[in-house]
């Protein structure tokens, strides 16, 4: 494949990767522009957090109007990442990806000046829209500008730490700004980055294109499919198995049905059918679903233990959770660099067992010591190591599957893991209820040992080498 993109690229024949010749002599700017547009795309999914109840008072809407502003940016979000992988693949990973941070900036343009909730919702769903674009053609990006495996890796390695402060830094930098300047100014700090971005996407290769045209029913199928399937998981974990929630998930089902049978009777459907049978693609998205149920499940729990239990301020639970957030953040720049030297499968074994012992290390934690601040550090450590060595090999393993098809790849990789972090926050949140501080931990031990037991199945299931079949 490497080869053929080289000669490809001397030739400049129609379809295969062009690159300028300033691209050429420094790639270091291409990936600066992907991890800012990533850092974006997973700032905002927490940034906003710390600015709800500012958001409440300013537009009104109360609790109910609060959790529509979360998930009217994370449910498109999730939705639309199998069609913008499509999309990348047919049309150009550059193009998707510029058309990506521009509906971003767009939408954060709305979001800033929104003078009711319905307009902010509007500009929150344009921002997932376009953040949906911008994940996928970012890995197809990746997969062609670093065609060897080993470098692959390592910036795969960069983007994911960058994507890892993102999340931990957000609500730090959403209560700076909310306190410094009000609520709108976590939408307007978006505006400089996107437009640098675009101003830059120049310097980026236009990326692979197939001759497939995209198969626009499949991809309202899947859509539909996924939209409905996030959306029924987070009203499940808000309000319990209500008739909302059954209606959701029941349309999830129709809809995944329909696109199933739709992709078994078309020709060119949108998913081709060497995809359904790569067993490497499919360890790798059931594994990326596993970490990110039990690791997003696992920070909800946390967070549950730092304020009901402990009786801890919001801002000092937030910083009690640095021992997961600060390996998520190193430990890919570490791990890309051990990948060049170990093979994916054994650095995903290695991962999981890592968790599963943090999982079981926290079990022991809450049960001896649940108010101890000290107690449960190993275990988050543990489980922040396992998260930043899972994210690199697991994504690079995808991409590698199929790297002719690097943008579906990265929709099926990430739509894999926003569905695993939509069910892991609504199961453990379950699982956990609202009970008081003194009947909790049993159901915090609870969490954490199901998190254990998951992580197990997911290591042997994604950690198979591909001789075992």
């Known amino acids: 494949m490497a080869s053929e993109q080289r000669i490809s690229k001397r030739r400049g024949l129609r379809g295969a990767t062009v690159t300028t010749p300033l691209f050429e002599t420094n790639r270091r700017s291409a990936l600066i522009i992907l991890c800012a547009a990533m850092f974006l795309v997973l700032l905002d999914v927490s940034i906003v957090n710390v600015a709800l109840p500012s958001i409440a008072r300013n537009l009104g809407g109360g609790t109910s109007g609060a959790q529509a502003v979360i998930d009217s940016y994370t449910v498109p979000l999730a939705a639309f990442l199998l069609t913008a992988g ?13 058309a990506g941070l521009l509906g971003f900036g767009l939408g954060s343009i709305c979001c800033a000046a929104a003078p009711d909730l319905p ?5 929150r769903i344009a921002q997932g829209a376009g953040a949906a674009g911008m994940l996928p053609a970012s ?3 990746i997969a062609v500008i670093w065609d060897e495996p080993g470098r692959r890796a390592r910036a795969i390695g960069v983007w994911s730490g960058i994507s890892g402060s993102a999340v931990a830094i957000g609500p730090l930098v959403g209560g700076a700004l909310v306190e410094a300047g009000g609520w709108r100014w976590i939408f307007v700090v978006n505006l400089p980055v996107v437009a640098a971005a675009l101003a830059a996407a120049w310097l980026l290769p236009a990326g692979t294109r197939c001759a497939r045209a995209i198969d626009w029913f499949g991809a309202a199928a899947s859509t539909l499919c996924l939209g409905c399937l996030i959306a029924g998981v987070i009203e499940l974990g808000e309000h319990g198995a209500g008739a909302l929630a059954l209606a959701l998930l029941a349309g999830a089902a129709v809809c995944g049905i329909v696109f199933v049978a739709e992709q078994r009777r078309v020709p ?15 360890r790798s998205c059931g594994g990326s ?5 039990v690791g997003n499940g696992t920070l909800l729990v946390l967070a549950f233990l730092f304020q009901v239990v402990q009786h801890r301020g919001a801002l000092a639970a937030g910083l009690a959770t640095l021992p997961v957030f600060a390996p998520l953040t190193l430990v890919p720049l570490v791990g890309s660099s051990i990948l060049s030297r170990m093979r994916p499968p054994v650095l995903i ?3 999981f067992a890592a968790g599963v012992v943090g999982q079981l290390a926290l079990v022991a934690a809450v049960l001896r010591a649940p108010h101890s601040a000290v107690a449960v550090v190993p275990g988050m450590v543990l489980s922040g190591c396992a998260l930043g060595a899972l994210v690199t090999p697991l994504v690079a393993s995808a991409v590698a599957a199929a790297p002719s098809y690097g943008g579906l790849i990265g929709g099926l990789n990430n739509a894999a893991r926003q569905t695993g972090t939509s069910v892991g926050v609504a199961l453990f949140g379950a699982v956990t209820g609202t009970a008081s501080a003194p009947s909790a931990t049993g159901r915090m031990a609870g969490c954490f040992l199901l998190g254990a037991g998951i992580w197990l199945v997911s290591g042997i299931f994604a950690g198979r080498s591909p001789r075992d079949g």
């Open 86 to 98: 499509a999309m990348a693949d047919r049309w150009g990973a550059r193009r998707t990806f510029a």
């Open 119 to 123: 307009v902010l919702m509007a500009g």
């Open 349 to 351: 074994r290695r991962g």
């Open 268 to 282: 060119e459907p949108m998913v081709p059918r060497e995809l359904w049978r790569n067993a490497a693609l499919l």
């Open 139 to 141: 890995l197809a990006l």
């Open 289 to 293: 679903l596993g970490m990110n149920l």
